[in-house]
């Protein structure tokens, strides 16, 4: 699991491990007795049958035990680490370790006194009736003295049973027991009673029946345990709290899990949004009401579109919400209070308390100043403030682009289209020149769904669209949308680099066909090696590099390449490892944070050091990267 990228085991899994690694390993006479039981009670059936009914017997009795912090159940002995005996294949050697076997240097396992006991008398049934026993039998005079002469062994099989021998876990989990019983059952049912082997088969099917049944029933008894342990409280107000406080727990958990949450210092985003949807529904099941009242439309507001409203009828910038977690009682006095400042210095404001808890929501120009205010009263929680004027902003860009979506659906219809995801003009600009009909806008911060995609899709009127995602956490959106859509044949060319969609797209030629072009850009985007270099926002530890707040870093396409201080620099260490003997270009889109001047330069000094390659530099104009480059 740490392997495959988590980073530190959860909490509850490190209690599991110390329970396992921490127990005393000790031998259990459950099976064993279980089993000799039943062997008693079916002497003189067929032997499959015997061992049908020794399974039911021990399906139906072993005792069933669900350990604290396990989510997955189901083992064969009550303690950790301890094991039951299968008497049925050999005991005898056993029987001689019972008083050594605690001190052994091997599997040392600890038998009490009354267990040992027990298993005396089981094994008293056995003696001539084993499977190494019967083993022996079957061994010439010569083998058995090559035997006892160190010659060879006869290993595991000989005192453990038969093995080798494996489930079609496949087929089980595609039909379940269910479906294999009713297998058997058709089989029977199809069974000739003139054919010689009838009886045979059918003491066979009848025992799969058994053992099927057995299995099902064990599981049936885990889940009774399961409930009747979850019936320890009745009272959903002491139970939901437990599993939001659980929840969060393991939330906390998740920087530890995964280390690109660790590397940028968060929680899992999805996790966090599930944890408000449970905080909801239990303040629901506390009858917890909001009062809506504060920002209800009057009766004769008219509704009007946003983008009917210019940014500077928006009075108040910011809408501000936070929690203050009080100190003391939170008043009705308090509230009238608390309500009259925010008026004062705002509009829409929601004031609704609870108990210890204050939720408010205000439209102010002065964010801090409700801050303040609200540390009066106690401590303050989950603050959030955002630009209504920018969002105004985005929603006027979003309207622009749809109207402009709805006018290329007017277009004449083309054989072939192009959607590119991009970020920063710069690029923006590069893929428009290259003929791209739809720019959706992403990046490494910002992944555009599968909606997007769809969105984009309906926009450009053609038979063909090619798909360039230009970021391999995109790729997945693009197949969703691919799947999604019948009426326009879709392409996703994986691209996972701004640099590899512009290759992609520069390598298209109108004359040939989709698939020919398919398979040329398939072929060229894997000649593109990309750099990316930015900056670390916070101090870490990747790829045996050791990072620190403020490090220049340069990130090709299996990690980091390179660390520094130097932007120009770092990107030259980075390109050392790029470039080879076969590398023909050198292509650098600047940032929106780097001078023209500044990277004409650089790029005049990246030919000086390779002059045998030619080097182009581009206004990228994207936003976090100095330089993207990619490397032909």
């Known amino acids: 699991m740490i392997a495959k990228g988590f980073t530190e085991p959860t909490a509850r899994i490190k209690a599991l491990k110390a329970e396992v690694v921490n127990a005393v390993p000790e031998v259990e006479p459950y099976r064993a007795v279980l089993i000799t039981e039943s062997y008693k009670e079916t002497e003189g059936m067929p032997a499959v049958m015997r061992r049908a009914k020794a399974n039911e017997k021990i399906f139906n009795n072993l005792p069933v035990v669900i350990r604290d912090n396990e989510l997955i159940v189901g083992a064969l002995s009550v303690k950790p680490r301890s094991t039951n005996l299968c008497p049925e294949f050999s005991f005898d050697w056993v029987e001689k370790e019972f008083k050594t076997m605690a001190t052994r240097m091997c599997d040392p396992f600890v038998i009490t006194e009354e267990t040992a006991d027990i298993l005396h008398e089981v094994f008293k049934y056995w003696k001539g009736k084993t499977t190494s026993e019967l083993a022996t039998s079957y061994m010439s005079q010569d083998c058995l003295d090559c035997q006892a002469g160190g010659v060879f062994t006869v290993g595991n099989y000989y005192f453990g049973g038969i093995g080798h021998v494996c489930v079609d876990y496949g087929k089980v989990l595609k039909i379940g027991f269910k479906g294999v019983i009713a297998e058997v059952v058709e089989a029977m049912n199809k069974l000739d009673a003139n054919d010689p082997e009838c009886l045979q088969k059918r ?13 099902i029933n064990f599981a049936k008894r885990y889940s009774k345990k399961a409930a009747e342990m979850a019936e320890v409280t009745d009272d959903l107000e002491e139970f939901l709290p437990a599993v939001l406080a659980y929840a969060k727990e393991v939330l906390d958990q998740t ?7 660790k590397e940028a210092g968060v ?3 999805g996790g966090q949004g599930l944890l408000e949807v449970l905080h909801g529904a239990y303040d629901a099941f506390l009858g917890k009401e909001i009062d809506y009242s504060a920002i209800e439309a009057s009766a004769g507001t008219k509704m009007t579109k946003a983008g009917a409203q210019a940014e500077a009828d928006i009075k108040f910038g910011y809408c501000t919400e936070f929690i203050i977690m009080t100190d003391k009682a939170f008043t009705e006095a ?9 008026e ?9 308390a609870d108990e210890d ?4 929501h205000v439209h102010t120009n002065h964010p801090g100043l409700a801050f303040e205010k609200g540390l009066t009263y106690g401590q303050l929680s989950r603050m959030k403030v955002d630009n209504m004027r920018e969002e105004h902003q985005e929603k006027l860009i979003r309207d622009a682009e749809k109207v402009a979506a709805e006018q290329a659906k007017k277009a004449p219809r083309k054989p072939v289209g192009f959607i590119a995801v991009s970020i920063g003009e710069g690029m923006n600009e590069i893929f428009r020149e290259l003929g791209v009909d739809y720019l959706i806008e992403g990046g490494q911060t910002m992944n555009p769904s599968t909606e997007d995609m769809l969105t984009a899709i309906d926009a450009v009127n053609a038979d063909h669209i090619f798909i360039l995602p230009n970021n391999k956490n995109i790729v997945l959106a693009a197949n969703q949308a691919k ?18 969609g512009i290759t992609a797209i520069i390598n298209y030629m109108p004359e040939e ?22 900056y670390a926002v916070r101090d870490t530890h990747i790829d045996d590099k050791e990072i620190h707040e403020g490090d220049i870093m340069g990130i090709g396409d299996a990690g980091i390449l390179s660390v520094g201080q130097s932007v120009e620099q770092t990107t030259k260490e980075m390109l050392s490892q790029l470039v080879d003997d076969d590398t023909e270009l050198i292509s650098l889109y600047y940032g929106q944070d780097v001078l023209e001047e500044d990277a004409e330069r650089f790029a005049g000094e990246i030919e000086e050091i390779y002059p045998d390659v030619d080097v182009d530099f581009h206004c990228g104009g994207q936003p976090i990267y100095y330089y993207v480059l990619s490397v032909e």
């Open 483 to 500: 799947d999604l859509t019948k009426d326009k044949d879709i392409i996703v060319i994986p691209t996972k680099t701004v640099p590899q």
């Open 255 to 261: 920087p530890e899990m995964l280390p690109v949450l």
């Open 357 to 360: 808890i204050v939720k408010i």
């Open 513 to 534: 066909d989709v698939d020919t072009n398919m398979e040329t850009m398939l072929e060229e985007i894997k000649n593109v090696k990309t750099g990316q270099v930015t």
């Open 267 to 269: 929680v899992d985003s």
């Open 344 to 352: 004062s210095i705002g509009d829409s404001i929601v004031c609704v």
């Open 334 to 342: 308090d509230e009238m209070e608390f309500k009259s400042y925010l």
């Open 203 to 215: 003491a066979f099917y009848e025992a799969v029946i058994i053992s099927y049944n057995a299995a």
